[in-house]
């Protein structure tokens, strides 16, 4: 019983001496505030840890701008543009350039750009033979103010440079239509080398490219059992409608 009780003791005063170690540790540590060589910072940590004051100093961190949003942990930084550079910058303004019209024939009214101008002729008269248009991709008309011809209208771009540009064009001609009245009485009408028909039928009578506004037709007319009647020459204009009259079959067996 001595023994054991001797035991017990010895163990009682290892507790107790072990929880003294542990205190003065703590009050070591926590002494008028100011931490133990235990809890100082190492030379490793110093060196990759800044100081409190070093983000106020360094331009690039301080001098980011009014409206920078700050960027957390994990987040991508997104330069923002100037409001206008995306801005498209005004067109420049299109060059103007005096444009002289050649139309064949000449009475003709001149678009530009469905817009009419004016009748082509001396301007001294209230005509005109020339404007000022934009350079650049234009549409240009002429429509003839008579019967002879059709109306044209074409794309043309007036390049941009010094002096007048030519803007001229040959419209083409209609064909004129020719009738021989024979009375009723059946033949056929030959218009020598441009086309052939029958009499008291209108035939029309086709204008080439290179002819001029009058042409000089010969006319024959054959009736049946007959032999042909060549009529005098006649002069027949691009669109122009004419009718022979009294044209009769000849007397006599043919």
């Given amino acids: 019983d001595v023994a054991v009780a001797a035991g017990r003791e010895a163990a009682s005063a290892g507790v107790r001496a072990a929880d003294a170690g ?19 910072e190492t030379p490793e940590e110093a060196a990759v840890t800044p100081a409190a004051g070093d983000a106020a100093q360094d331009p690039d961190v301080g001098d980011a701008g009014a409206d920078s949003a700050p960027v957390h942990a994990g987040e991508v930084a997104i330069a923002r543009s100037p409001p206008d550079a995306f801005a498209r910058p005004p067109p420049a303004a299109r060059e103007r350039r005096i444009v002289v019209f050649r139309p064949l024939p000449q009475n003709v009214e ?13 301007e001294g008269l209230g005509f005109v033979t020339q404007t000022e248009v934009e350079t650049g991709a234009r549409e240009f008309s002429f429509v003839p103010l008579s019967d002879c011809c059709y109306a044209a209208t074409w794309a043309e771009t007036v390049p941009a ?12 001609w209609r064909p004129a239509r020719i009738t021989v009245d024979t009375g ?3 033949a056929t009408v030959d218009v020598l080398g441009r086309a052939t028909g029958r009499a008291n039928q209108e035939i029309s009578i086709p204008f ?11 006319i024959s007319v054959t009736f049946p059992g007959s032999r042909p009647i060549v009529l005098p020459e006649r002069v027949v204009r691009a669109g122009e409608t004419i009718v022979i009259r009294d044209v009769r079959p000849p007397e006599g067996p043919g």
Wanted: proline share 9%.
């Fill in 208 to 218: 080439d490219a290179h002819d001029p506004f009058e042409l000089r037709l010969r």
């Fill in 22 to 40: 542990s205190a003065a540790e703590a009050s070591g540590r926590t002494e008028a505030g100011r931490p133990t060589d235990a809890d100082a």
């Fill in 110 to 122: 001149i678009l530009v750009d469905g817009r009419s101008i004016g009748r082509y002729g001396p």
């Fill in 184 to 186: 009723g009485e059946p």
């Fill in 161 to 172: 440079g010094d002096g007048p540009h030519t803007v001229g064009r040959k419209l083409q």
